[in-house]
């Protein structure tokens, strides 16, 4: 391989993948190791748990409303500037948390934090695929997937093992040496690529789609406890809806939009994206459910319940990278979907976890899923960035990861509630003090209901990719008789 192809350098390209490497690293840990550690919050901070938990979700919400003009102001202004800061921002608000006197100040850090992690993970995509040459790029993006596995992994670990010796403080503070070298990878390698030519920032377009995105998100955080039917959820959907509307008004209208609506007329695009939301929604309902399968309804330990759910990211991890590198020389929808193959296969299994079921039968149910989405995630991310311009690559970025932030935060509503649904419908009654207090059994009715739901949703997503390669193909004849 030549160091330049095209007129591009290529030659740092390895270099740029560690800073991107580290970032991702970063925010993953962070975001796990937050999770493991608000039961300490609760008890150390004297707060209780429904002010706690805002720690993690303004965290979320904070990311998922950004994702998009962060994309745009990439395109705009330059990512390597963006994405540096990001950094900073992100390792200072880590120090700024770790001495939070309160609750409340943390809950402010923490958004502070948001905005540095949403500045780096809204362009790395970008980075990594301006980084690397066509033909490697499936295997750069499955190298960063690797690493967003590592982060999930090592998270509860490290955050356990902190806790268990020091102060929750430290959860924070960690971030400081891995930051200061992901900031100074970052500064020293990532390109300095600017736009030519003044362009324009679309305020009413992002402040739309904030005000729809951050709509959606409360209507379906608030909904799990106040009810779905509950006047307030009902009146933030309606006005989620509404802003949307208005927002792709305004993006038909506007000379330089925040978001090319023209790109989604790209099937490749469209399709990509689509699919990658349905297939979280799927593992966000896992990851959320899988716990209460371990720990309440089968008795295991913590750390037991830690290693055994760890299977899915360290396969993901493993099986990323090789599909990426499979999707270079062999297309990436084929490839995408043997993954989404493998995962319908593990769901069909976790569809018969009941209380008999062994270690090997659910290591036979999980690895699939770990293997599936590894398999599936990288050749797809690469089918997105590779069907978009060079400068919309922040925006098609950006739109990457809020289509895995709106499908996680939706399959862990969706899912949440349709498991307590089918739970007091197996009980006969809903019981006051949830899905949780019913007996065993009932929970295991109504969580192999839900995981074969999860399996119908990936069937979906599988059908999409397959009807997805019959276009190609018929687009492929079409050009050659053109031709």
Request: proline fraction near 4%; charge should be positive.
């Amino acid at each position: 391989m030549q160091n330049a192809e095209n007129g591009v350098d290529y030659s740092q390209k390895w270099y740029v993948m560690s800073a991107i490497a580290m970032s991702t690293f970063l925010s993953t840990v962070d975001g796990s190791i937050v999770n493991v550690a608000l039961p300490t919050l609760v008890d150390e901070l004297g707060t209780v748990f429904a002010v706690a938990q805002w720690v993690i979700l303004v965290y979320l919400l904070t990311q998922t409303t950004l994702l998009p003009s962060i994309g745009r102001l990439g395109d705009m202004l330059g990512k390597k500037r963006i994405y540096t800061g990001g950094i900073v921002l992100f390792t200072a608000a880590s120090v700024m948390c770790a001495f939070s006197p309160n609750v409340y100040w943390l809950i402010g850090f923490r958004l502070v934090q948001a905005v540095g992690s949403v500045m780096m993970l809204g362009l790395g995509m970008a980075i990594v695929t301006e980084a690397f040459p066509p033909q490697e790029r499936g295997k750069a993006i499955g190298l960063n997937g690797t690493f967003v596995s590592i982060g999930i992994v090592l998270g509860p670990t490290l955050g356990g093992l902190i806790l268990s010796v020091t102060t929750w403080r430290w959860i924070f503070l960690v971030n400081l040496p891995i930051g200061i070298v992901g900031a100074f990878l970052a500064w020293r390698f990532v390109p300095d690529k600017r736009p030519l030519g003044k362009q324009q920032f679309d305020y009413a377009g992002a402040v739309l789609l904030f005000i729809s995105l951050l709509a959606f998100l409360l209507a379906l955080t608030m909904g799990q406890q106040l009810g779905f039917t509950d006047p307030l959820i009902l009146a933030l959907f309606a006005a989620a809806v509404l802003s949307l509307v208005f927002f792709v008004w305004v993006e038909k209208r506007h000379t330089q939009p925040m978001i090319d609506m023209s790109l989604f007329r790209n099937q490749v695009f469209s399709l990509s994206l689509l699919i990658g939301a349905v297939a979280f929604v799927a593992i966000a309902g896992t990851t959320l459910l899988l716990p209460f399968y371990l720990q309440n309804m089968r008795g295991f330990a913590p750390q037991q319940v830690g290693l055994m759910m760890a299977m899915i990211p360290i396969f993901l991890g493993v099986a990323a990278p090789l599909s990426g590198a499979a999707s270079d020389k062999y297309g990436t929808r084929r490839i995408a979907s043997l993954g989404l193959l493998v995962v319908v296969f593990g769901y069909w299994i976790m569809s018969g976890f009941d209380l008999t079921t062994t270690l090997i039968v659910f290591a036979l149910g999980t690895i699939p899923i770990g293997i599936g989405m590894g398999i599936f995630q990288s050749p797809n991310n690469s089918a997105v960035m590779g069907s978009v311009p060079s400068e919309r690559l922040g925006v098609a970025s950006g739109l990457l990861g809020l289509s895995r932030t709106l499908g996680q935060t939706t399959g862990i509503a969706l899912f949440g509630a349709l498991w307590a649904g089918r739970v007091a419908s197996s009980y006969g009654e809903t019981l006051t003090g949830g899905a949780t207090a019913a007996p065993i059994p009932a929970q295991i009715n109504g969580l192999q209901d839900v995981f074969l739901v999860m399996m119908a949703l990936i069937v979906v997503a599988l059908g999409l990719s397959v009807w997805g390669i019959k276009q190609e193909k018929s687009e492929k004849l079409l050009q050659r008789d053109k031709g």
